[in-house]
């Protein structure tokens, strides 16, 4: 049944803080079930997060130890511990704007369709399928079809015929794989404790990685190399015929997994170097290849994680909350204290970096590009939306947690980046590529605090190991949001398939929606193996892209729908579109800013393609609904009569 778009006066009807809302004969007592049936859909998620829940899982994607550590070069390279410490605050007071008009709207809507949905009833019925399509494309990645899958399946075992190397050690991999995932399924169905499980998970996961590696080493360097060579040129052609025929949604929530996930995957492959002995000692550099290995193993866990019940899901997103705080204050002040030698305030608050291999000299640009790694690092709070229909009292809660994860990040992130920035006394050294990190700017402060003081570098290894436990929190939550947000999008037909991504299972888990995330950014991260570059411009993208689309409803919101909409209990009154208003321009913002070319000259190498994805994206999503969906596509669906 198509949505019937009432006046929102009528349709919200009498709320005036009242937790239950009069739907025909049935009332559920929780405000959020209530509006949810309002707005005309069906409970079929177990809503049994709390609010503070539902604040662990935006607080985790947004993960400050995860953004700052992977991008801390970007921030030491334009600008230097001025850019870091200012810039901080500069993105995060504007982050706030964004995210208070989202609350207020989620307030308002609190589904798990989020972002699409919303955009759909702010922008009225005549331009809500247009909208909802756009918005929605743009911000969770979509998936193209199954046959994308059976594709990159049948491309695997084609390049492995076309190299000659269909080996019977690649059999055995393949084979033990098999066994080994089916093992993780029934531990999981068998084990009933949450330790326990979380405890079998992690070492099935290990023993397929070491399966992995035993059979790449068996098969010989020479095998996996032009296999997945030719694999990772494959998996490019794919993703963008994928891109041509599905269009739009295809970049962001779940480039934003890829990044997170292959973020972890190579501080791993540094942790090892430094574990071996480090870059100037004869430690072992992973290839790319063993990298991509170390991301697939993680998004396994990921997934298998995912696929538990929400129950599970909500304990596991609370102790990574408290792994993220706690954490943080341990590095903060660990590091600082072990280092024997510490920069001063002086240089921590005025030292402006001007020395890059860019040739950018402009003080004002470098300051620009310097922010990326705040903006990068404050993104992912709209998870507390696509979990809002597990929320309790999710028209309140899912706005308390969008504001407070942001709130708490801001202040926590710039406690760890003053805590790790006072250790950094020469910038050029640590972003040298012949240190013992291999470049890797913070991996090197971590080392050599411990390594200048007892002798030894393990205690900084240790430190790196809290980051990426930090990391792979942040790549399991955003796991979790891109599946609510790809069974939200399917629920409403806009997806390939959309009744088979839409099902839940008896745990009421979109179990599906689950593996098929997991799925596509493993695809997705395949293109670093054909070309670093091409998998970076996808991943430069997640930022702008995914601030693209949640700007849209609040765009909407202060424009078409300004003398129509109707807060929630969470209402920013008078000044809502104001707010909004600076968080639009806020955004349109760093659009331009970071389209701007990060090096000079530009080369095909040095050229920033942030611009050319988003504008690519902006043509086939556009093009895509001009030339089909918009002969099929209405919009949200109702499966409820209200």
Avoid at 77 to 88: A, E, I, S
Avoid at 343 to 353: I, K, Q
Avoid at 490 to 495: E, K
Wanted: charged share 10%.
């Amino acid at each position: 049944m198509a949505m019937a778009w009432k006046e929102e006066e009528e349709e919200l009807g009498e709320r005036n803080g009242s937790a239950r809302i009069d739907i025909r004969s049935a009332t559920p007592a929780d405000s959020g079930h209530a509006r949810l049936h309002q707005l005309g859909y069906k409970q079929e998620l177990k809503r049994d997060l709390s609010v503070l829940s539902n604040f662990a899982f935006s607080f985790s994607i947004i993960s400050v130890l995860t953004g700052i550590t992977t991008l801390y070069n970007t921030g030491l390279r334009f600008g230097g511990t001025v850019t870091m410490t200012y810039g901080w605050f500069v993105a995060g007071i504007f982050t706030m704007s964004v995210g208070l008009s989202m609350a207020e709207i989620c307030s308002s809507y609190p589904t798990s369709g989020g972002l699409y949905y919303w955009s759909a009833r702010l922008s009225g019925k005549q331009w809500a399928p247009f909208a909802s399509w756009m918005t929605g494309w743009y911000c969770f990645s979509r998936l193209p079809s199954s046959s994308f899958v059976e594709l990159f399946h049948l491309s695997f075992i084609s390049c492995l015929f076309c190299t000659g190397y269909f080996s019977s050690a690649i059999i055995v991999a393949v084979a033990a794989t098999i066994v080994a995932i089916a093992a993780v399924a029934v531990t999981i169905v068998a084990i009933a404790a949450v330790i326990a499980t979380i405890v079998a998970i992690a070492a099935v996961a290990a023993a397929i990685v070491a399966i992995a590696a035993v059979a790449a080493a068996t098969a010989g360097i020479t095998i996996a190399t032009a296999a997945f060579t030719k694999l990772g040129e494959i998996s490019k052609a794919f993703i963008f015929v994928f891109q041509e025929i599905s269009v739009k949604e295809t970049v962001l929530q779940w480039a934003v997994t890829t990044s997170v996930d292959f973020s972890l995957a190579q501080l791993l492959q540094v942790i090892i170097l430094l574990s071996t002995g480090g870059n100037n000692g004869g430690g072992y550099f992973a290839s790319k290849y063993v990298v991509i290995g170390f991301h697939g193993g993680i998004l396994l866990v990921h997934a298998i994680i995912n696929s538990l019940p929400i129950s599970w899901l909500s304990f596991v997103g609370q102790l990574a909350a408290a792994w993220n705080v706690i954490g943080v204050f341990v590095l903060m002040i660990l590091i600082p204290t072990v280092a024997t030698e510490r920069s001063s305030a002086r240089f921590v608050f005025t030292h402006f970096n001007t020395q890059n291999d860019a040739g950018i000299h402009s003080k004002l640009y470098i300051f620009v590009l310097g922010l990326l790694m705040s903006q990068y690092t404050l993104t992912g709070y709209d998870a507390s939306a696509h979990m809002t229909e597990e929320t309790k009292s999710a028209d309140k809660n899912g706005p308390k947690g969008i504001i407070s994860s942001i709130g708490i990040s801001i202040i926590v992130g710039w406690a760890y980046l003053l805590g790790i920035t006072f250790a950094v006394t020469n910038i050029p050294d640590l972003l040298s590529i012949d240190n013992d990190a291999g470049g890797y700017a913070i991996a090197e402060v971590f080392y050599l605090a411990f390594k200048n003081r007892y002798g030894t570098g393990v205690g900084g290894i240790i430190c790196l190991g809290v980051v990426a436990v930090a990391i792979f929190f942040c790549g399991m939550s955003s796991v979790t949001s891109n599946s609510r947000m790809a069974y939200a999008f399917s629920r409403d037909g806009a997806m390939p398939l959309s009744s088979f991504w839409h099902r839940v299972n008896r745990q009421e888990v979109p179990i599906n929606a689950v593996w098929l995330s997991a799925l596509v950014s493993f695809c997705m991260a395949l293109t670093s193996l054909g070309s670093l570059v091409a998998f970076q411009a996808m991943v430069s993208i997640a930022t702008i892209g995914l601030y693209v689309a949640y700007a849209m409803p609040i765009f909407f919101r202060i424009t078409l729908a300004r003398n129509s909409f109707v807060a929630g209990p969470f209402s920013l009154g008078r000044y809502g579109v104001m707010v909004g208003w600076v968080a639009v321009l806020w955004v349109a913002t760093i659009t331009i800013l970071f389209s701007l070319p990060v090096a000079y000259p530009i080369t095909k190498d040095t050229l920033n393609y942030t611009p050319v994805a988003v504008g690519g994206l902006l043509i086939l999503t556009v093009g895509s609904w001009l030339l089909s969906a918009r002969h099929w596509f209405k919009g949200p669906i109702t499966n409820i009569n209200t």
